[in-house]
């Protein structure tokens, strides 16, 4: 196995290190997860195709203990669950060098992400290209202490603004590409979060979709990879 089937999707919901403890489900070679920020800001799922592991449900504990376990091996490595009683206990994770073995959780100390109880009708779809991640990474570079950023559309226009507010402060704002059935009113939502999320699936084409009710649904897929993100939105002082 590539050791970036595994890398790409950990890094998808682990969203730098805000995603610690996770259950890994697999199930006819397709890899997927459930998740929720700390803050409860963002929740999602990933998954990943052609994973060659035997049906199974393993508890992720410490994502950022397996990354650093990951990263001394080879790009090529040999995966396997490692089992007491029929219960998965480790990943044995080795290279044609270096065996690693990582501990697995039991699943009751994995938090529950829960589920959405409806999902709103969304009005706004914005595309996301390189275009428009590489102009929101430097956005959110050039403002790093802003914790938000804010998009409106009517119908002569959609902006996205960093700093937005209604005193005198530091802003940045520029135009984006949207369509819509109705307008969208001022909705902010983390820059933190977003700035993973692209980081994450950098290079991968995607999509935005807004709710008025102040839901933002973010989608990636490629052939190997599927994740989906819901972001709600941010009160600002």
Known sequence: MNKTLITGFVNKYALGSSVESVTWTV????????????????????TARNVDLPDAEIGIFNT??????????????????????????????SD???????????????PNPGKLKMIPT?????????????????????????????ITKDDMSAELTFGYSDINSNTISYSIVATSTEDVDVIHFSSDTMRDILTANRGIPGQIEI????????TFTTS????EYYLVSKQID
């Open 122 to 150: 969304f009005v706004c779809n914005i595309a996301i290209d390189d275009g428009f991640c590489n102009r929101f990474l430097k956005a959110k570079g050039a403002l790093p202490d802003c914790n938000y950023f804010t």
């Open 96 to 110: 044609n060098n270096t065996t690693t073995g990582y501990v697995l959780a039991q699943l009751d100390v994995i």
């Open 64 to 93: 950022d203990q397996l990354m650093r376990m990951l990263a001394i091996l080879d790009d090529t490595i040999i995966v396997d669950i490692r089992k007491q009683k029929g219960v998965p206990v480790a990943l044995d994770i």
């Open 27 to 46: 199930k006819d070679k397709l890899l997927s997860t459930a998740f929720k920020t700390p803050d409860k800001t963002c929740r999602g799922t990933v």
């Open 224 to 227: 190997v990879y599927s994740a």
């Open 211 to 218: 709710s008025p009710v102040g839901l933002m649904r973010v």
